[in-house]
């Protein structure tokens, strides 16, 4: 059952319009909320004019912070980033940047509710804000805490000044990453309904506790008086692993109006309140050897963020590890401006740090002659050389191995604009892809039912992912039993605690918590003389138990493993483009990568994962990026006409390889993320590529004809 390519268990409620999303519950007396945003990039809010608003039939309250209860410590108890953001929640006349929230409108329905939001006005006094990366990158400041809590902010190993005065060929170069906008099919959204003292959310979450807490300490009350409910999510990509101020406004205006409220972001307010993918620029300067022998690294990293909240897009990481160089310095800075704070997106910190160590490595390569692969097979890291820890498991070399011969690399010919299919210019690239192994503490519940059903759950969530199907199967296997018998569920804070689904850490968190409460289940069961697999047996002994459900608890966390062994997955991405000569057309024609993840839980969701994390990479590559007026900091392509992402005719044939890898120290059952990494190295694939197809090196994300045109010319 273990790794089978099993249909989603909850495959036929999605087709069928029977998956509940958060929006969609049926509650009785639902009144509808409507966020109202600041016009101006920064300053202060002089007045309010509400009367017009309030005035329309069927408004029931339009909160701003002239009425809006006051909350504890100015609504920032509960922050404490990245699980508690600093949020926006009528508690200031501040402006910090342009679409931030200065009230809600409750009205009778949505469209009252959007028109009665039209029509408050508010007076501003203006100050100059900072809008632009390149213009305030001077005033980029050292980033001073520990990355994700656990990293230092800078690393050195090794005297990399002096390794790159002796290296016989250095790449100095810049790379850019532009700001992005996860764009999850469903928006934000929020249900907030209020039983007495208790709190019910009905949220488009990625953590469910994490709400629970943040929205229980911002409002002041005890975390057993909130409750979290998200049954299915359509797509969040790290956007929604935090409560951001919809939700608490939403909580507010409910609690306001004695009535549940429903607030449901528009598209274009999913493009500032709610993060975003941040500006990144990368210096990376690499020296090597004739032989490919990588001597020395450097990469200093200025990423923005917020006036208000500092947030890190860590792309140095993988720089510290993926391969065996003695001298390496790293550095993480931060450039704040009037923008809505960033947050984690798919693949964070690697994403864009990999496009740009991955391009910088392709480059010297170019300059040595040298094989790109080979390049790669040169510096390979047996050991971590960051910690000096032996990976858990790696093999990175099969995936160069398997990948580049199903792609067909032999046939590449190495001097760029060489390879032609007619007129079109033929370009083949290849990069490096790699992201953390990462765990947390995960608890789960699994429980005999009269019917003999095994009913199991863990407050987690599904993202789309297939979070339903997989535990199922790790349940199924620990208790050797039909998929059919388990009944997996998720998405209620009143279920066992789970972590936040981030960090391509689910599988690896909870998979373990739900093992062990399976075998420890089984085992209840066989000391009351039964068998799990015996179906009449379990249903006579929960008879003899008088009805009620025989069940047992378990909670895992995170051993000493995690101090002995460097732990992460691994991939090679090959990338073939087309490039018209004449208009500077980019296409890719098609994408073979290889993984190795550790245990596969179900080999065509995690085919499907891979696959769709390689269209976020493609989108990375030659699509997304979130344009804002740099005089107003106003959004301008804040939909999807204008937010371009990959369609149909742009995904091209995707072929996914997973390696087999057993991995006896990651975790009990052996499981590695799989939701990120596919993102991760494709975009430096893809620029490889066109470099190799037009001899045009475009170090400025995303890769455009007119790039492509400026810089041949």
């Not at 400041?141 to 902010?153: D, H, M, N, T, V």
């Not at 997106?345 to 480059?363: K, V, Y």
């Not at 399976?518 to 068998?531: K, S």
Request: proline share 6%.
């Amino acid at each position: 059952m273990i790794g089978d390519p099993l249909n989603r268990v909850d495959g036929r409620l999605k087709v069928t319009g029977g998956a509940r999303y958060s929006a969609e519950w049926p509650i009785e007396q639902l009144a509808y909320g409507v966020i109202v945003q600041s016009t101006i990039a920064r300053g202060t809010i002089v007045s309010l004019d509400t009367a017009a608003a309030a005035a329309l039939p069927g408004v029931l309250a339009v909160l701003t912070v002239d009425n809006a209860p006051r909350l504890p410590e100015q609504g920032r108890a509960g922050a404490n980033p990245p699980a508690g953001r600093v949020l926006s929640l009528l508690q200031s006349r501040e402006i910090r940047y342009n679409g931030e929230p200065i009230g809600i409108v409750v009205a009778e329905s949505f469209e009252q509710a959007t028109h009665a939001a039209s029509l408050v006005r508010a007076a501003y006094r203006t100050d100059t804000p900072a809008i632009d990366m390149n213009r305030e990158l001077p005033s980029a400041q050292p980033y001073s805490q520990k990355i994700l809590g656990q990293f230092e902010p800078a690393s050195h190993r090794g005297d990399v000044s002096a390794a790159l005065a002796q290296a016989d060929v250095t790449v100095d170069a810049t790379y850019t990453t532009p700001l992005e906008t996860h764009n999850a099919m469903e928006p934000h959204a929020t249900i907030a309904q209020w039983e007495g003292e208790q709190l019910t959310l009905y949220d488009a979450t990625q953590y469910l506790y994490g709400v629970k807490r943040f929205v229980a300490k911002t409002l002041g009350i005890p975390d057993e008086r909130v409750r979290v409910i998200s049954k299915f999510v359509g797509g969040a990509f790290g956007s929604k692993g935090s409560a951001w101020s919809h939700v608490v406004l939403a909580a507010m205006a409910a609690r306001h109006v004695e009535r549940p409220v429903k607030v449901v972001l528009t598209r274009r307010q999913m493009f500032g309140p709610v993060g975003a993918r941040p500006y990144t620029v990368q210096r990376l300067t690499i020296g090597a050897r004739t032989d490919g022998s990588i001597t020395a690294i450097r990469q200093d990293v200025a990423s923005s963020t917020s006036t208000f909240e500092d947030w890190v897009e860590s792309s140095t990481l993988q720089t510290r590890m993926l391969y065996d160089v003695p001298n390496v310095d790293t550095s993480q800075k931060l450039v704040r401006l009037n923008l809505g704070t960033p947050t984690f997106n798919r693949g964070p910190g690697e994403s864009s740090g990999t496009f740009g160590l991955e391009s910088a490595i392709d480059e010297i390569a170019a300059r040595l002659g040298m094989d790109p692969v080979a390049m790669r097979m040169k510096n390979y890291a047996e050991r971590d050389p960051e910690s000096g820890r032996p990976f858990s498991s790696k093999s990175l070399r099969a995936c160069y191995a398997h990948a580049a011969e199903r792609f067909g690399w032999s046939r590449r010919t190495a001097a760029p604009r060489s390879m032609r299919d007619g007129d079109t210019l033929v370009g083949f690239g290849m990069s490096t892809a790699t992201y953390p192994a990462k765990k947390q503490p995960a608890s789960a519940l699994a429980r005999l039912l009269a019917d003999g059903v095994i009913l199991v759950q863990a407050a987690t969530h599904e993202l789309g992912t297939g979070t339903y199907t997989a535990m199922s199967q790790v349940a199924a296997k620990a208790l050797d039993v039909p998929v059919g018998r388990i009944r997996f569920e998720l998405g209620d804070s009143d279920y066992p605690e789970n972590p936040i689904s981030a960090g391509s850490m689910t599988a690896a968190s909870t998979g373990p918590a739900v093992h062990a409460a399976a075998l420890a289940l089984g085992q209840r069961i066989e000391a009351l003389g039964g068998r799990a697999s015996d179906v009449q047996g379990c249903r006579a002994l929960v008879a003899q138990n008088g009805g009620r459900p025989i069940e047992a608890r378990a909670s895992v966390k995170p051993g000493d493993e995690v101090r002995r062994y460097s732990m992460h997955s691994f991939g090679a991405v090959f990338a073939e483009v087309r490039v018209d000569p004449d208009l500077g057309d980019i296409r890719v024609a098609r994408i073979v990568a290889a993984y190795g993840a550790g245990q596969i839980l179900n080999a065509k969701t995690a085919r499907g994962q891979l696959a769709g994390g390689i269209v976020y990479g493609i989108a990375m590559a030659l699509h997304e990026q979130t344009a804002i007026d740099p005089r107003t900091g106003r959004y301008l392509n804040a939909d999807l006409s204008e937010y371009l992402v990959p369609v149909n005719a742009d995904v091209p044939d995707i072929d996914v390889m997973l390696i087999d890898e057993p991995d006896a120290h990651v975790d009990p059952i052996g499981v590695k993320g799989i939701g990120e990494i596919g993102t991760t190295g494709v975009a430096a694939a893809i620029a490889n590529a066109v470099f190799h197809a037009t001899g045009v090196r475009v170090r400025d994300l995303p890769i455009t004809l007119d790039k492509v045109a400026q810089l041949s010319a």
